[in-house]
């Protein structure tokens, strides 16, 4: 693994992150920072930001498991590709681990998500031939294995494909800070009405996700295909909020080697959501105008569906 590279905390100078109704950044403590008493209004993107996020295509088959640095991250998402199976897109803005990893290929419908943020910096290993030149011309800094050879390193003591991992150190001097993070979310207190809820799951045809509530950890316990998702050390993943996202999901006009097609998942758009936080489900809608814009979720009852503080995983599940 990764001996390089320090974690690094906030960007210097940034203090308010965009669309967070009490002004302060996202606690990855574990707990819930106390919420303001009164929203504000619509969500903000005066902040400048020390740099570009990182954004890290990450591996998830059960060779891949366990991930290294999922928990740091401020944003996971979880994504469709071939055969059913599944693969994560990690956001760093607040802090940079030490290492990530294993990391994967992209894939097309990683450009139009990732339009969403100020020329971010992607981390990915490979892609289909006729992708390449889209993703060199997209809006974002591409670093690749062949491009970076000093920022991945193998891990012999893991099977190939799923032993690359990324020293972040190397591609960034430091985390941007959360201005970086131009989702479109709010952070702050839960909306009124939801319901209880204790776990959820979310399948794919070759795939499932299970999201349990812990009142100790105050965040979701993770499953992937009926296995707890943790650390290289043992400690469950638990995200603060997780949401999950309706989106349509077609066929990319590129296919791998076999001839598979490449899920394509519509960030860009409007649907139906579901919020899980502080062991309530909330129901939502979501919408992103544009590429270049955020994506923002509303409440039942019409007011801005707020997260809670620490992480969020965005799983896009199929519309139809």
């Not at 709010?186 to 809820?197: L, S, T, V």
């Amino acid at each position: 693994m990764l001996t390089a590279a320090v974690a690094a905390l906030l960007a210097a100078g940034c203090t308010t992150v965009p669309g967070r109704d009490d002004g302060r950044a996202p606690d990855h403590s574990g707990q819930s920072a106390t919420p303001s008493p009164t929203p504000s209004a619509a969500p903000s993107r005066k902040a400048r930001a020390a740099g570009p996020l990182l954004a890290v295509k990450i591996d998830n088959v059960p060779a891949a498991r366990p991930q290294t640095g999922l928990d740091a991250a401020d944003v996971v998402y979880v994504e469709p590709v071939e055969g059913g199976l599944s693969r994560l897109m990690a956001l760093y803005a607040t802090a940079l681990p030490a290492s990530v990893g294993p990391v994967r290929s992209a894939r097309e419908s990683d450009l139009e998500l990732l339009r969403q943020f100020d020329d971010p910096v992607l981390a990915f290993s490979g892609a289909q031939k006729k992708l390449l030149p889209r993703i060199a011309g997209a809006p974002l800094r591409p670093r690749s294995p062949e491009e970076n050879p000093r920022a991945y390193v193998r891990d012999g003591a893991r099977p190939a494909p799923h032993n690359l991992y990324l020293d972040p150190g190397a591609l960034l001097p430091s985390a941007p800070g959360p201005a970086a993070l131009t989702t479109g979310f709010r952070y702050g207190a839960a909306p009124a009405g939801g319901h209880a809820e204790t776990s959820r799951t979310v399948r794919y045809p070759a795939a499932r996700f299970t999201f349990t509530w812990s009142a100790e950890r105050d965040g979701w316990l993770v499953a992937m295909d009926g296995d707890p998702a943790v650390t290289p050390g043992g400690k469950r993943l638990a995200p603060a909020t997780v949401v999950v996202q309706y989106v349509d999901v077609r066929a990319s006009s590129l296919h791998d080697f076999r001839g598979n097609h490449s899920p394509y998942a519509e960030t860009v758009g409007s649907g139906r959501a579901e919020v899980l936080r502080g062991g309530r489900a909330h129901a939502a809608t979501w919408r992103r105008g544009s590429a270049e814009g955020g994506t923002e979720f509303t409440a039942a009852d019409g007011g801005p569906m707020r997260f809670a503080d620490g992480q969020v995983w965005v799983v896009f599940a199929d519309a139809s």
